[in-house]
């Protein structure tokens, strides 16, 4: 079992194969986590270096239990406190951490295609844990993985990804990801926060909730990124729940029971709220859960190990 590419920078670059290889490599490393001892010695002897220079708690976390699951040595490194702030370049940074004998790097950055550029200048193995407003692969496969567990088999199933697109690299990995996966996908939201051309990816798009909601069969709902618009796209934040959020009486008045998903962090009671998030249709927590599994998965995988998963 490998994968086609030596880094994970994007779905894009990835095949289905190497999709179904994760999702299968995660299953089993799933059963692990389900036991008493939540660990295997796969990489007990490589040594893992996660590179944030973005802020992350999920992501950070997952990564970081992912790799001790998988006896692997770690070091955390964040922008804030180091050298970066002294004007030291990325590829200095990240070259003299791999002197220290690093074997792969983990890393977010705010700057969209960071990763891909560090991938020229470096032999060890990148994954992308986020790159500015271009894709969060790991994310995207987690959220599949979450979907596949609910539905089965993804190919026909109904997707809509609801709120803002426009910054969202969680979008972008997931409509990569299930176009490979043979599952249709429906962008929604309001018209300043879907990119122009977007069917050109080939999804559908509509400006209202309501008849994503009816159409699909997992809503995966994004978080407004105010932190990415340099001018306003909206008017306030209570108009766009009211124009733009999800609640349980929307879900209740739709003729089937649908999943809701959210990548977190949720702005409760904007693009979702509480009784929504919590509701029984909610799997928010489950992506989390198995975010662990995949990315022990893809480290796994791309650190081409071939010791047992046991
Ligand atoms: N979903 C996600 O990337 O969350 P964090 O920003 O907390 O890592």
Known sequence: MSLSVKHLLGIKELNKTDIETIFRTADNFKQVLQRPIKKVPALRDTTIANIFFENSTRTRISFELAEKRLSADTINFAASGS????????????KNILSMKVDMVVMRHAASGAPWFLSKHIDASIINAGDGVNEHPTQALLDAFS?????????????????????????????????????????????????????????????????????CDVANVLRIQLERQNKPLFSTLREYALYYGINKTM?????????????????????LSSDAADSSQSIILDQVENGVAIRMAVIYLLSGKRETME
């Not at 050298?83 to 990240?94: A, F, R, W």
């Open 83 to 94: 050298s970066v702030s002294k004007g030291e370049t990325l590829i200095d940074t990240v």
């Open 147 to 215: 979907m596949r567990e609910r539905l089965g088999d993804l190919k026909g199933k109904r997707v809509a990804i609801i709120g803002d697109i426009m910054h969202s690299r969680v979008a972008l990995s997931n409509i990569f990801c299930l176009n490979k996966l043979g599952a249709e996908v429906m962008v929604a939201g309001p018209p300043t926060l879907i990119p122009k051309h977007i069917e050109s990816l080939g999804v559908k798009q509509t400006y209202d909730i309501n008849k994503a909601l009816q159409w």
């Open 251 to 271: 879900l209740d008045a739709i003729q089937k029971e649908i999943l809701v998903m959210h990548p977190g962090p949720i702005n409760r009671g904007v693009e």
